[in-house]
Nanobody, 130 residues
């Protein structure tokens, strides 16, 4: 089964930056949509960003648009989330996810609901202090 492992989380002051990585193993994810979600304590898992297999289309939540950048390196089977100008409200556990739908991949559909992603990492904590 596909495994996803996130890294790069940590503590940072407001205005700072972090870059998260999501390494996939056991199967290639090069043709599939990859996404990042986050979940704050007591909150629901919310969509952050998604990217198509060929990196020709991306989608962002309004709350992170202009500050976060999703990217991927298919040769490394890894997705990334560059987070700049971090705010205390960005504090959450960040999860990467893979949508294994070949149909949605070929149609370049980027799902924003967690239920459409079948594979998840264990999460990495990001804490932003004011």
């Amino acid at each position: 089964q596909l495994q996803l492992v996130e890294s790069g989380g940590g503590k940072v002051q407001a205005g700072g930056s972090l870059k998260l990585a999501c390494a996939a193993s056991r199967y290639s994810v090069s043709q599939y949509t990859m996404a990042w979600f986050r979940q704050a304590p007591g909150g629901e898992r919310e969509f952050v960003a998604a990217i198509t297999g060929r990196s020709d289309k991306t989608l962002y939540a309004d709350s992170v648009k202009g500050r976060f950048t999703i990217s991927r390196d298919n040769a490394a089977n890894t997705a990334y989330l560059q987070m700049n100008i971090l705010k205390p409200e960005d504090t959450a556990a960040y999860y990467c996810a893979c949508d294994p739908s070949v149909y949605r991949a070929t149609q370049r559909i980027l799902p924003t609901t967690a239920t459409q992603y079948d594979y998840w990492g264990q999460g990495t904590q990001v804490t932003v202090s004011s």
